[in-house]
């Protein structure tokens, strides 16, 4: 019985890590899909030949990885000031600490031109796996991506 139990559990293990989940979690950020509000949490998948954006189980959206025209990338860094006023309230001393400290949020936008459907959108993504995101979009459709910061704006 327990020979039988070891030989279930080396083929089931390596068959649950294999169907495990493979996409990134993000935050829709706003653009010009349909029915999708800013804020709402979605889950990014890349494929070999297309990215697709889920929500809930339900498909929102299917990207063809040729389709893509354009990856960015950019920051929005802020001061921690409320719970840095927060803090102040219990002890002077960790409060202003924590008005010295920063927060980084992390942006990946695409733009994709699909024949004649256009769009783009961005989504924020975490700070443990936006390189990730980064990556397998390069990776998918051979573009490097814009950063959006290095990048100055001339009128």
């Not at 559990?9 to 950020?29: E, H, I, Q, R, S």
């Not at 814009?146 to 001339?154: E, G």
Request: glycine residues 12%.
């Amino acid at each position: 019985m327990n020979k039988l139990m070891v030989i279930v559990l080396c083929v089931a293990m390596p068959l649950m890590v294999f169907a495990g989940d493979n996409g990134y979690k993000v935050t829709y950020d706003g653009g010009s899909i349909p029915d999708a509000k800013a804020g709402t949490g979605m889950k990014l998948i890349i494929d070999s030949n297309q990215v697709r954006l889920m929500r809930d189980k339900g498909e929102v959206i299917t990207i063809p990885a040729s389709a893509i025209t354009e990856i960015s990338y950019g920051q929005d860094v802020h001061r921690r000031i409320g719970a840095a006023i927060g803090l102040a309230i219990i002890s002077l001393g960790i409060g202003a600490l924590m008005a010295l400290t920063k927060s980084k949020k992390h942006f990946v936008g695409l733009t994709w031109a699909d024949g004649d459907k256009k769009g783009g959108f961005a989504m924020q993504c975490d700070k443990n796996n936006y390189r990730g995101v980064l990556a397998g979009l390069e990776g998918v459709t051979g573009k490097k991506a814009v950063d959006s910061d290095a990048m100055t704006v001339k009128n």
